[in-house]
């Protein structure tokens, strides 16, 4: 007899649930047009995502050619821009609620955490219908630091009850797998998303998928047998 070796399950929500390069898009050039900044390309955006919309306003206005003394203005930009548009150029992956339907149906806890700030992310969540998997949602803003830093998924990790060895990690990117293997968590990553244009292949990874559905529990690390 198998026994199932997790207990929680942390999940990322930019690039591994939800496809949002349009929305940063729109959010940020509408930003940067308010400032008479041009705009930036949709390459430079998926490089750029996935440490924190301050990282992301900070090297936006960089690149556009903006005064780093604009950061404040383009935030209160930003934030009302990304709220008046948040999910309506977004796209739940193929995959992505088969996959988290087979997480509940293995009794897994599931907590989304994301560097992109709480409000927006469980805005976002709601918008697509997937705000009723999680029992918990942290962002950015939630800790006192942001993955690749280890606290938020070892503060998610007890906030489920779980310990981090069976607690599993899904994400897209580097700062995911920096912050699962510090934390001591398993890793799985997509093959998709925004892992600053580079492949995933290589981080440290316990399996690598194409869809979220296709993550299997038993091989992923050693299982438990009773």
């Known amino acids: 007899m198998t026994l199932l070796r997790f207990d929680a ?3 990322d929500l930019d690039g591994t649930l939800v496809d949002t390069l ?3 898009e729109v959010a940020l050039n509408c930003t940067l047009a ?3 900044l041009p705009p930036v390309g949709r390459a430079f955006i998926e490089r750029t995502i996935g440490k924190g919309s301050e990282h992301l306003i900070r090297s936006t206005l960089a690149a556009a050619g903006g005064d780093a003394a604009l950061y404040e203005t383009a935030w209160a930009h930003y934030q009302r821009e990304y709220l008046a548009i948040n999910g309506d150029h977004a796209e739940v992956y193929a995959g992505a609620v088969a996959g988290l339907d087979r997480l509940r149906a293995a009794g897994l806890a599931l907590a989304c955490v994301t560097n992109k700030p709480r409000a927006f992310a469980i805005a976002l969540l709601e918008s697509k219908g997937l705000a009723g998997y999680f029992e918990q949602v942290f962002g950015g803003d939630s800790f006192e630091r942001k993955k690749p830093d280890p606290l938020p998924l ?5 906030a489920l009850g779980s310990v981090p060895a069976r607690t599993l990690v899904i994400g897209d990117s580097a700062n995911d797998a920096l912050a699962a293997l ?3 968590c398993p890793l799985v990553l997509v093959s998709y998303g925004y ?3 580079e492949p995933v292949h290589g981080l440290g990874a316990d399996a690598v998928v194409a869809r979220l559905d296709e993550i299997d529990l038993d091989a992923v690390g050693p299982a438990q047998r009773g």
């Not at 070892?154 to 007890?158: C, M, V």
Request: proline share 0%; no cysteine.
């Open 195 to 197: 892992n600053h244009g």
């Open 34 to 36: 308010a400032l008479a």
């Open 154 to 158: 070892l503060r998610a990790a007890a």
């Open 9 to 11: 399950a942390i999940v």
């Open 22 to 24: 349009g929305d940063f």
């Open 182 to 184: 510090a934390a001591g």
